[in-house]
C-alpha cells in the first residue's frame, strides 16, 4: 500500500470509527426536467448498447463537484457533470471515472466527452408537489475513453505509419509537477490524454515546465505508440484490490503513448554552432556546490561545468543556483553522444545574486563574534 492509499485507509477508517454516514443517492441526487430527460432519452436511443456507440454518441459536459453517496449498501464516489447543450445534471459513479477513477476532483472545471449510460427512475413518495416517476443520469467517462481510444487504435491497426506520423493538436487541461515525473495533461478529441515532460519538450532546470504548458493551451502532437489493454492491468486498479471499498473500473482500455518532440527545436544543432564557432554567449547557473563546483545550462536538455577561475572577481553562491543567474560562457570541450562538457565562465553581467537574509545574518553575527 503507497503513501496515498495508506492515506485514503486512514481516513475511511477514522469514518468508520466517526460512524460517518452520506446522504442517499436517489434524495439527494438533482433530478432531471422533463425536456433534460427528453433530450437524453433520445441520445441513448441513437445508439442502443454503450457497445455499439461510436464518437457521434458522446456528449459534451463540465465538471461540477465530486460527492459520496449511499448506494444501495454501498459509499459511491460521484462527479456530478453538466452538459454543454441543456446543462442536464449527469452523475458518473468512481466506477466509470475511466484511467482517473482515483481522482474524480480532477475533472471538477474541466471539459470532456461522456456518454449517457441509464436512468436511475423512482417515484418521490416525499414530494407532494412532484407526484410520480422521476429520474437522475448516469454517465460514464470510461465508456467515452474506450470509444475514443478504439478508433484511434483502429487507425494504428489499419496504418502505423501513416498513424504515427499523423501531426494531432491537444490543449492543456493541467499539469502534475513532480520532482522527477512530471505530466502534461491535455485534452484531445473530448477525452484526456497524458505526456511525460520529456516527451512535451527539452527538460530544462532553469526552464520550468509550467512555462511552456499551461492550461488552455494548444500544441502539436504525435501518438508515438497505443497498447490494447485492460483496467485490471493499471497499476492504481492492482494497489486497489486489498481495498473492498472501492469499486473498480473493468474492461478494454486504451494505454496511448504521445510526444511533441518533432515539433521543437533540435538544441543539439545549436549547441554545436556555438562550440564550432568558439562563440561568447549567455548561459545560466543550473547547480552550484562549493565543493562539487558549477553547473550552467547552455540550451535545454544541456547541462555542462562551469569553470571559472580561482583569481576571479564573482564569488556565485546557492542563490545564485535559486536564481539561475545569468553568465557569459565559452564552451571548451564538448561531448555530443553523453552530453557533457565544460564552459568557460567569463562574466556575471548582471552580477552575482544577492545574499539570502539568513546568510547576511550569519555573517554579522561571526563579525560580531570577533
Same mark, same amino acid.
Given at each position: @500500500?503507497?503513501?496515498?492509499?495508506? $492515506?485514503?485507509?486512514?481516513?475511511?477508517?477514522?469514518?468508520?470509527?466517526?460512524?460517518? !454516514?452520506?446522504?442517499?443517492?436517489?434524495?439527494?441526487?438533482? #433530478?432531471?426536467?422533463?425536456?433534460?430527460?427528453?433530450?437524453?432519452?433520445?441520445?441513448?436511443?441513437?445508439?442502443?448498447?454503450?457497445?455499439?456507440?461510436?464518437?457521434?454518441?458522446?456528449?459534451?459536459?463540465?465538471?461540477?463537484?465530486?460527492?459520496?453517496?449511499?448506494?444501495?449498501?454501498?459509499?459511491?464516489?460521484?462527479?456530478? @457533470?453538466?452538459?454543454?447543450?441543456?446543462?442536464?445534471?449527469? /452523475?458518473?459513479?468512481?466506477?466509470?471515472?475511466?484511467?482517473?477513477?482515483?481522482?474524480?476532483?480532477?475533472?471538477?472545471? #474541466?471539459?470532456?466527452?461522456?456518454?449517457?449510460?441509464?436512468?436511475?427512475? %423512482?417515484?418521490?413518495?416525499?414530494?407532494?408537489?412532484?407526484?410520480?416517476?422521476?429520474?437522475?443520469?448516469?454517465?460514464?467517462?470510461?465508456?467515452?475513453?474506450?470509444?475514443?481510444?478504439?478508433?484511434?487504435?483502429?487507425?494504428? #491497426?489499419?496504418?502505423?505509419?501513416?498513424?504515427?506520423?499523423?501531426?494531432?493538436?491537444?490543449?492543456?487541461?493541467?499539469?502534475?509537477?513532480?520532482?522527477?515525473?512530471?505530466?502534461? @495533461?491535455?485534452?484531445?478529441?473530448?477525452?484526456?490524454?497524458?505526456?511525460?515532460?520529456?516527451? %512535451?519538450?527539452?527538460?530544462?532546470? !532553469?526552464?520550468?515546465? +509550467?512555462?511552456?504548458?499551461?492550461?488552455?493551451?494548444?500544441?502539436?502532437?504525435?501518438?508515438?505508440?497505443?497498447?490494447?489493454? +485492460?483496467?485490471?492491468? @493499471?497499476?492504481?486498479?492492482?494497489?486497489?484490490?486489498?481495498?473492498?471499498?472501492?469499486?473498480?473500473?473493468?474492461? +478494454?482500455? /486504451? %494505454?496511448?503513448? !504521445?510526444?511533441?518532440?518533432?515539433?521543437?527545436?533540435?538544441?543539439? $544543432?545549436?549547441?554545436?554552432?556555438?562550440?564550432?564557432?568558439?562563440?561568447?554567449?549567455?548561459?545560466?547557473?543550473?547547480?552550484?556546490?562549493?565543493?562539487?563546483?558549477?553547473?550552467?545550462?547552455?540550451?535545454?536538455?544541456?547541462?555542462?561545468?562551469?569553470?571559472?577561475?580561482?583569481?576571479?572577481? /564573482?564569488?556565485? +553562491?546557492?542563490?545564485?543556483?535559486?536564481?539561475?543567474?545569468?553568465?557569459?560562457?565559452?564552451?571548451?570541450?564538448?561531448?555530443?553522444?553523453?552530453?557533457?562538457?565544460?564552459? /568557460?565562465?567569463?562574466? %556575471?553581467? #548582471?552580477?552575482?545574486?544577492?545574499?539570502?537574509?539568513?546568510?547576511?545574518?550569519?555573517?554579522?553575527?561571526?563579525?560580531?563574534?570577533?
Amino acid at each position: @500500500m503507497n503513501e496515498n492509499e495508506q $492515506e485514503l485507509q486512514e481516513v475511511l477508517d477514522a469514518d468508520a470509527r466517526d460512524k460517518v !454516514t452520506y446522504p442517499l443517492f436517489v434524495k439527494a441526487a438533482e #433530478q432531471l426536467t422533463r425536456d433534460q430527460i427528453s433530450k437524453l432519452a433520445e441520445i441513448k436511443r441513437n445508439y442502443g448498447s454503450p457497445e455499439k456507440a461510436t464518437e457521434k454518441d458522446l456528449v459534451n459536459a463540465h465538471g461540477v463537484a465530486v460527492s459520496t453517496y449511499t448506494l444501495g449498501k454501498k459509499h459511491m464516489p460521484m462527479l456530478l @457533470m453538466r452538459m454543454d447543450s441543456n446543462d442536464a445534471p449527469v /452523475y458518473i459513479p468512481i466506477t466509470d471515472g475511466g484511467t482517473s477513477f482515483r481522482h474524480l476532483e480532477n475533472f471538477i472545471d #474541466q471539459d470532456i466527452k461522456i456518454l449517457i449510460t441509464k436512468f436511475i427512475s %423512482f417515484d418521490d413518495v416525499n414530494n407532494k408537489q412532484k407526484k410520480g416517476q422521476h429520474y437522475i443520469a448516469m454517465g460514464s467517462i470510461t465508456n467515452a475513453e474506450q470509444i475514443v481510444g478504439k478508433e484511434l487504435y483502429d487507425e494504428f #491497426q489499419k496504418d502505423p505509419e501513416e498513424a504515427k506520423n499523423k501531426d494531432r493538436v491537444g490543449v492543456v487541461s493541467r499539469v502534475v509537477v513532480a520532482n522527477r515525473l512530471s505530466i502534461v @495533461m491535455f485534452n484531445y478529441r473530448g477525452i484526456t490524454l497524458g505526456m511525460l515532460e520529456r516527451n %512535451f519538450h527539452q527538460r530544462s532546470l !532553469t526552464h520550468p515546465i +509550467t512555462r511552456d504548458a499551461y492550461i488552455g493551451k494548444s500544441f502539436k502532437f504525435r501518438i508515438s505508440n497505443i497498447t490494447k489493454t +485492460t483496467y485490471e492491468d @493499471m497499476t492504481s486498479v492492482k494497489n486497489d484490490e486489498n481495498l473492498s471499498h472501492i469499486e473498480l473500473p473493468s474492461g +478494454t482500455r /486504451y %494505454f496511448i503513448e !504521445t510526444t511533441s518532440l518533432p515539433f521543437i527545436p533540435n538544441y543539439d $544543432e545549436e549547441v554545436k554552432k556555438l562550440y564550432e564557432q568558439r562563440a561568447w554567449f549567455s548561459a545560466r547557473i543550473a547547480r552550484y556546490d562549493s565543493v562539487k563546483g558549477i553547473l550552467v545550462e547552455i540550451a535545454p536538455g544541456w547541462w555542462i561545468k562551469g569553470f571559472l577561475p580561482a583569481n576571479s572577481i /564573482y564569488k556565485p +553562491t546557492i542563490q545564485d543556483q535559486i536564481h539561475h543567474t545569468l553568465v557569459t560562457v565559452r564552451i571548451n570541450r564538448i561531448d555530443f553522444e553523453k552530453h557533457t562538457g565544460q564552459a /568557460y565562465i567569463h562574466s %556575471f553581467p #548582471q552580477g552575482v545574486a544577492a545574499p539570502s537574509v539568513d546568510s547576511v545574518m550569519d555573517q554579522n553575527y561571526d563579525i560580531d563574534q570577533k
